[in-house]
């Protein structure tokens, strides 16, 4: 069998405070698939159960070593999902506020690509 891609949506996510890589890279995944629709899936391909779809991320992050790829994944409601994190994104200087726990005044910026996959013959 191949895969054929279906869709590709891009999307950005920013932790402002807690400079948490997760936060941001999971945030960037929600916004990708924010307004998406997915009919293709059923009436093009053929598709019976969404969980049939293959759903690879690829995400771009400031200290991806520290992102927890479970918590990604999780914001993705259907699928075979897989996650590739990279080094990328950004840390921009916000201002550190004692109530939110921050540590330092970085903010990080996370960018991602969804992208939507079915197997075909």
């Known amino acids: ?21 997760t936060v941001a890279a999971a ?6 698939i924010a307004h998406n629709a997915l009919p293709g899936v059923w009436e093009v391909a053929g598709l019976s159960d969404p ?9 771009a992050v400031p200290y991806p070593e520290q992102v927890r790829e479970a918590e990604v994944l999780a914001v993705l409601p259907f699928g075979r999902k897989s996650l590739k994190v990279e080094s990328g994104g950004m840390v921009v200087q916000g201002r550190a506020i ?14 991602a690509a969804v ?4 197997e075909t013959q």
């Open 51 to 59: 969980n049939e779809m293959i759903v690879e991320v690829q995400v």
């Open 1 to 21: 069998m191949t895969c054929k891609r279906l869709v590709i949506e891009m999307g950005m996510g920013v932790d402002q405070h807690g400079q948490e890589p």
């Open 98 to 111: 004692p109530q939110f726990n921050d540590k330092n005044d970085d903010m990080f910026v996370a960018i």
């Open 27 to 32: 945030r960037a995944v929600r916004n990708a």
């Open 115 to 118: 992208t939507v996959l079915i």
